[in-house]
């Protein structure tokens, strides 16, 4: 069964407060819903500023590495007003793994209780995809 908005959105609050944020102080905590499962992640920053990952990457990857390769909905908890989509990097990721990005869910959330919902496709209207590539291969 695909898990509601709700048990999604819990999931990445609760992923929130396992965020590795000694730099930025900024906890991001995100929740991907693949094959009926929720897989949460966390940002894990790096003295080493640019080896951050971000909370969205590790989600994705934590279901990728389960075997599941379509992410179905997505949430993100953030402590921003209003609450922060995902970064340009976070949202190629997902798309790379998304079956129709106008119909993936992308649910954004604070602790105000603040809640923005888009697509995948709103947020990310010209995504890179693989078919560029294939349009060059011979
Ligand atoms: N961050 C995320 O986890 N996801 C995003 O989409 C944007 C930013 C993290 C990275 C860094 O640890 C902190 O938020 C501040 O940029």
Redesign the pocket.
Known sequence: MTPSEEDLVGAALAARDRAY?PY?H?H?GCAVSAGGRIFPGA?I?NASYGL?L???RAAASAAVIAGERRIDAVAVATQSSPPAP??GM?LQTIAEFADDPARLPVVVVNDRGERRRFTLAELLPHGFTGAALESTRK
């Open positions: 944020a930025s900024y991001v940002n920053e951050t971000c909370a969205e995902p970064c976070c």
